[in-house]
């Protein structure tokens, strides 16, 4: 068809015919895991290889000032966010803070349809008013210059901790400590370095990645501009007790923070770390009880599980198996995760929208007050309400994509798609906008028309540009931003279909090619019915946690015959396959949603994309594939 699928038909035919190597070996070599060092560190990551969290951008201030603070117990509050990394960091440096000894803190939680995302005027006016002298955000705050200038006039110092773009010039806060400022201010020493945010891997080949609505921070095209250039240069703390710090002009690369893609949650448990050096109550080895919360943050963020970062989650999730918190352990059990078969997808898939159905509809605090819940009757009935929540999600959710379908089909023709109507949730759209891109393999934009205004959500794949796109209609948008695959814009409501017209006229002038196909997975290896055994499944197990960086592993599986079919689901959107290769053995294929070309006929010979699993039932264990593409040959 093209030259990327010709070569990945001729490695797949080579792959074939290496039948020396077993397939987890096969798998470790094309991770770039060729030795046994590389493979240890990666099967079995060890927490004691954290890297110093004095090596981020201003954490000796940070500490300095909450010394500080501890010592007159100053009025502290958590500045958070409403999505569940947000939620999950807030939480983190409330409990810390109580193991240090601060008596007295709190927390905001901006409500996503009244605040919106990231700090206001109006939110720390309010917060001053409670006699507060520190706010410390979280997953928010680096371009909130004009709300940092307010709380200083008011008396109030603010800390950020976040992971977001950062202004050419910090703004006036007593410390940013966010990992992308070392991106722009020592860009040749991470020259080499691919950060993969959240927005890039919405399809990166991981089920759990393409269920996930991501935060579009809203931005101007003038921030987002400013954000990405670099105009001033930070020096590293200076040498102290605790972790070694170290203050060069010119550091070398041992002297900065090694990796830049930590979520919220990692930059606030980072600050953690770094206040275990100054201060008592949290003996080192105890913050790891809080590697339940940042694995969950971790893992539906949707950074790259890769470094720390897969660290994190690693012991996260063994810590998540016996969680102290009686709201996680409620969580569980409405979403129906068995502790000790935790694992990344129960997050993605199962806690994770259930945390997130609360800011998306009603008011994010329920899951924040789940999560911080002693008593195991207030932690399950927060639990129960999330899940109803979640469940009223849903429901909302097929209702918008309905009718946003039926209106995509008036615009067949266009590159990009561009839907609106009133009374789309804007915290639902951005899923919306995930499944319309899914469906008809296109960028696409879903609006709410909110009277004279709209606000929409944009999700992406490939060359296309979401944010470039806006960018490019600035003057047709009022405001507008975010990443490459997901961002936000706002817009009055008259200028929709010009706005249409002009994003399509963008797409048309960058002349690309073969974007759709960049959406297929790709194999890790190729191989026969007959090796993919529940030994397999299990040894590939040992990459866990899945996600982006290291998606769950396909296999490639050649010349299939489909002897049934069967349609499930309430509009039959859903089908398992039988499938029998020349030798007689049998798979069984589930598929989810599963797109037309699917359903094929009994008889039909197939190519097909799958991950191996493991089907229990009444006691039987069989391995079935979750098919991801399937290519009819005859």
């Known amino acids: 068809m093209n030259g990327r699928l010709n070569f990945e038909n001729f490695l797949?035919?080579?792959?074939?015919?290496?039948?020396?190597?077993d397939i987890f070996e096969r798998i470790l070599k094309a991770r770039g895991l060729d030795d046994m060092a590389k493979r240890e560190a990666f099967l079995n990551p060890a927490y004691e290889k954290k890297h110093n969290p004095f090596l981020l951008p201003d954490m000796e201030e940070a500490v300095k000032r909450l010394v500080q603070a501890h010592k007159k117990q100053e009025h502290i509050t958590i500045y958070g966010d409403y999505d569940i990394d947000g939620l999950t960091a807030t939480t983190v440096l409330l409990d810390a803070f109580d193991s240090f000894g601060f008596k007295d803190v709190d927390a905001f939680i901006p409500n996503r349809f009244v605040e919106g995302y990231g700090m206001t005027i109006d939110a720390v006016e309010r917060i001053a008013a409670t006699g507060a002298t520190l706010i410390v955000t979280v997953d928010c705050g680096s371009l909130s210059e004009k709300e940092i200038v307010r709380a200083g006039k008011l008396g109030v110092d603010v800390i950020v901790?976040?992971?977001?773009?950062?202004?050419?010039?910090?703004p006036p806060a007593v410390a940013v400590i966010n990992p992308k400022r070392l991106l722009q201010?020592?860009?040749?020493?991470?020259?080499?370095?691919?950060?993969?945010s959240a927005q890039d891997a919405i399809f990166s080949g991981t089920t759990a990645s393409r269920q996930n609505d991501f935060l579009a921070n809203s931005l101007s095209s003038a921030e987002l501009a400013n954000a990405q250039t670099s105009s001033t240069r930070q020096e590293l703390v200076k040498k102290s007790?605790?972790?070694?710090?170290?203050?060069?002009?010119?550091?070398?690369?041992?002297?900065?923070?090694?990796f830049l893609d930590l979520p919220g949650v990692g930059v606030a448990f980072k600050l953690v770390q770094a206040l275990q050096t100054k201060l008592?109550?949290?003996?080192?080895?105890?913050?790891?009880?809080?590697?339940?919360?940042?694995?969950?943050?971790?893992?539906c963020d949707v950074v790259t599980l890769v470094d720390e970062n897969r660290m994190h989650v690693y012991w996260g999730l063994k810590v998540l198996?016996?969680?102290?918190?009686?709201g996680l352990k409620a969580l569980m059990a409405v979403a129906r995760v068995e502790p000790e078969k935790v694992n990344a997808r129960s997050l993605g898939f199962g806690l994770g929208p259930r945390m997130n159905a609360a800011g998306r509809l009603e008011t994010a605090q329920i899951a924040l007050d789940m999560l911080r819940a002693k008593d195991p009757m207030e932690a399950l009935e927060k639990a129960q309400q999330l899940d109803a929540l979640n469940q009223e999600r849903r429901l909302e959710q097929d209702k918008i994509f309905k009718e946003a379908t039926v209106q995509a089909e008036k615009y067949a023709d266009d590159n990009v798609l561009v839907v609106s109507a009133p009374g789309w949730s804007h915290g639902i759209i951005g899923i919306v906008a995930a499944k319309l891109l899914e469906k008809y393999k296109k960028p696409t934009y879903v609006l709410e028309e909110m009277g004279e205004d709209a606000k929409g959500s944009a999700r992406s794949y490939g060359d296309f540009s979401a944010a470039d796109a806006i960018r490019a209609s600035d003057d047709l948008v009022t405001k507008g931003g975010g990443h490459k695959l997901a961002a936000g814009?706002?817009?009055?409501?008259?200028?929709?279909a010009a706005f249409r017209q002009r994003v399509n006229e963008h797409y048309k002038k960058m002349k690309l090619k073969n974007q759709a196909e960049l959406l297929l997975p790709t194999a890790d290896v190729a191989a026969e019915l007959h090796e993919i055994t529940e030994g397999v499944v299990s040894q590939l197990a040992a990459l866990e946690p899945f996600g982006s960086a290291n998606p769950q592993p396909v296999i490639y599986t050649a010349n299939l015959t489909v002897v049934n079919i069967r349609k499930m689901g309430s509009d039959n959107q859903h089908i398992k396959l039988t499938l029998k290769n020349l030798q007689g053995e049998t798979l069984q294929c589930l598929a989810f949603?599963?797109?037309?070309?699917?359903?094929?006929?009994?008889?039909?010979?197939?190519?097909?994309w799958y991950h191996p699993d493991i089907n229990e039932w009444q006691g039987r264990r069989s391995v079935e594939g979750r098919l991801l593409n399937l290519k009819v040959i005859l």
């Open 593 to 608: 949603n599963a797109p037309e070309h699917f359903f094929v006929g009994n008889g039909a010979v197939v190519d097909i």
């Open 185 to 196: 201010d020592y860009p040749e020493y991470y020259e080499n370095l691919v950060i993969r």
């Open 161 to 170: 901790t976040d992971h977001h773009n950062v202004a050419p010039v910090q």
């Open 12 to 21: 797949l035919r080579s792959m074939r015919y290496n039948r020396g190597v």
């Open 280 to 299: 008592k109550g949290l003996e080192p080895g105890q913050e790891k009880w809080l590697l339940d919360l940042v694995a969950l943050g971790t893992v």
């Open 489 to 496: 814009v706002t817009l009055p409501t008259k200028n929709i």
């Open 241 to 258: 007790s605790g972790f070694s710090r170290v203050s060069s002009k010119t550091p070398s690369r041992t002297e900065l923070y090694p």
């Open 321 to 326: 198996a016996k969680t102290r918190r009686p």
